[in-house]
């Protein structure tokens, strides 16, 4: 199973962006998928994920500015940013907790990361 993300990039303070993710390999079913970020540093923090029903949790920082989908038939979630802040500056990493076919048990699998630069 591979995760691969894209969307990241350069853009203004207040500007907008959609990140997408695909997940591909031998998936069977998918339970909750989602997006981290790291700002410079070690500490990787949740940003938004959607689970299966579709109901969602956002952090607090972005809460009303962002909004994550998801696609199922094509194994794909989405984040779209508004209302971009410098301090949403980051590598954004996306997740999904996918059962392979055969397999009893659910695993967690991550995306290699895209970069997000907010700077005027």
């Known amino acids: 199973v591979q995760l691969q993300a894209s969307g990241g990039g350069l853009v203004q303070p207040g500007g907008s962006l959609r990140l997408s993710c695909v997940a591909s390999?031998?998936?069977?079913?998918?339970?909750?998928m989602g997006w981290y970020r790291q700002a410079p540093g070690p500490r990787r923090e949740l940003v938004a994920s959607?689970?299966?029903?579709?109901?969602?949790i956002y952090a607090d920082s972005v809460q009303g500015r962002f909004t994550v989908s998801r696609d199922d038939a094509k194994n794909t979630v989405y984040l779209q940013m508004s209302s971009l802040k410098p301090e949403d500056t980051g590598v954004y990493y996306c997740t999904a907790n996918i059962q392979s076919p055969g397999r009893p048990t659910f695993r967690v699998y991550w995306g290699q990361g895209t970069l997000v630069t907010v700077s005027s």
């Open positions: 390999g031998s998936i069977f079913s998918i339970i909750a």
């Open positions: 959607i689970s299966s029903d579709g109901s969602t």
